[in-house]
């Protein structure tokens, strides 16, 4: 880990803080589904038009093939439990549960990929900063009448354990062999027909429901959130550590809160600037320098 990827990361992860804002403002009178296959649809034009311009490859066979199936349809299962598992919980339990995806790569990193064995003072770190996402949500947390999230919390954990399982797979199976435009193409190719397909399914919203607001969200979206941050996170998977990258999106609620802050002028309390310090000494603990035998 060094510089260029922590700022990266804390740039990655603002667009990524940003854009929670905007999926719950495009879900409010768009079907979810809908959304997501929109937005994949004008990412995959955009991939599209970046390729042909840059010579890329778009067509792949045999092996890169088999491995680009196989992560196109995990991207589109995790979409599917994320937008679905949020319609059924509170935004404060989606940005705890989605946090729990470090721990997935972490804890498959340290077997599956040689040299990112976790040590006990990593796991610690991984601990403190997920407590601090925790703390930063408590009023939320502990509100009462929250019986019927637990559906919702399933889901958006089975999809945080699913962005995970991808992100080991394409670091596993694919960064090395694929130029961090590929790694993106293939899953948006991929992922873009299986969203629209479930998008055709009975939707709790009609399309008349869309504003011409929520269709330039969803453009924003698809450029500036899939086809640029989603593929800078793929060119950074291909050098970095996966565990140590992964680590970084517990910033993601961070600058969702701190957005809100500025932005809707939200009250900072002692409780969120005593989450963003353990954020902060997780982040440290997991990504510092080990020391040379």
């Known amino acids: 880990v060094d510089a260029s990827l922590v700022a990266w990361m804390g740039f990655l992860s603002g667009l990524w803080g940003l854009n929670a804002i905007t999926i719950k403002a495009v879900t409010t009178g768009m079907a979810p589904m809908l959304a997501a296959g929109l937005r994949g649809a004008v990412a995959l034009a955009c991939l599209l038009a970046w390729g042909a311009w840059r010579g890329e490859r778009l067509l792949f066979r045999g092996r890169l093939a088999a491995h680009g199936l196989a992560a196109g349809l995990l991207f589109a299962f995790e979409f599917f439990l994320f937008y679905t598992g949020a319609r059924l919980t509170s935004g404060g339990h989606v940005a705890i549960y989605i946090n729990v995806a470090p721990f997935f790569v972490a804890a498959g990193a340290h077997f599956l990929l040689p040299g990112e064995r976790m040590t006990g003072l990593r796991w610690l770190g991984l601990l403190g900063a997920f407590a601090g996402i925790v703390l930063l949500f408590s009023d939320d947390l502990l509100l009462r009448g929250q019986s019927a999230y637990w559906r919702g919390d399933l889901l958006v954990i089975a999809g945080a354990a699913v962005w995970g399982f991808t992100t080991l797979y394409l670091k ?28 055709l399914l009975p939707q709790p919203e009609a399309l008349e429901a869309v504003t011409p607001w929520m269709a330039t969200l969803v453009v924003f979206q698809a450029t500036v959130i899939v086809f640029f941050s989603y593929l800078a996170w793929m060119n950074l998977l291909r050098v970095y550590p996966a565990s140590a990258m ?11 809160v701190a957005l809100g802050a500025l932005v809707l002028g939200e009250p900072v309390t002692w409780a969120t600037v ?10 440290y603990l997991v990504n510092r320098p080990r020391r040379a035998r």
Do not use: D, K
């Open 172 to 199: 596993r199976f694919m960064a090395q062999a694929m130029s961090g435009f590929e790694l993106l193409y293939v899953q948006i190719l991929v992922s873009t027909p299986i969203l629209l397909a479930l998008a």
């Open 246 to 256: 992964q680590s970084f999106t517990f910033l993601t609620p961070v600058w969702g």
């Open 274 to 283: 005593a989450a963003i310090a353990l954020v902060g000494l997780g982040l």
